[in-house]
């Protein structure tokens, strides 16, 4: 009994070593990734004041696969709609790199990217780099991206 007990705490403590406790929104800010996913088998929906919607599920702990619209005001809403996969590869400590990629469907229009978050005490940078192009041009362009997410005060904003 005394040897399940120490294999059962030892299987615990291993795989909460590289456990990050994550926190709703940790996946993206407005207008780029993060290189965190969502927990496997949840699912998140979020919507910027109705106009850009946005549903993510968690294949797996370190995958994740988005789709995004416009909010359907207008018969070309289904021009915007846009799938992305993100994929994890690295986590260590306050330390994260995911790889991404995104496609629009309609014109058709693809970001193949990289983007890496560092966490410290209640923030977090972010910086990433895309490849941007279209599907039927040899074309080829870049995008850089900086982010930040930080609490501004122990008050929430109204």
């Known amino acids: 009994m005394k040897k399940v007990l120490i294999v059962v705490l030892l299987i615990v403590l291993g795989s909460c070593l590289f456990a990050q406790d994550y ?91 990289n983007v890496v978050s560092l966490d410290a005490k209640g923030t977090s940078l972010h910086i990433g780099l895309a490849g941007l192009g279209e599907e039927f041009t040899d074309d080829m362009g870049f995008l850089y991206m900086l982010g930040l997410k930080t609490k501004l005060g122990k008050k929430p904003i109204l």
Do not use: C
Request: aromatic content about 24%; charged content about 15%; cysteine-free.
């Open 23 to 113: 926190v709703i929104g940790d996946h993206d800010l407005l207008f780029m990734p993060t290189a965190k996913t969502i927990p496997k088998g949840t699912s998140y929906f979020s919507d910027y004041e109705l106009v850009f919607l946005n549903y993510s599920f968690g294949v797996t702990d370190r995958t994740t696969i988005s789709a995004y619209s416009l909010f359907p005001i207008t018969d070309s809403f289904t021009e915007t709609f846009t799938l992305s996969v993100k994929q994890n590869y690295y986590q260590y400590k306050n330390v994260n790199s995911a790889f991404w990629f995104t496609y629009i469907f309609d014109n058709p229009f693809y970001a193949i990217g």
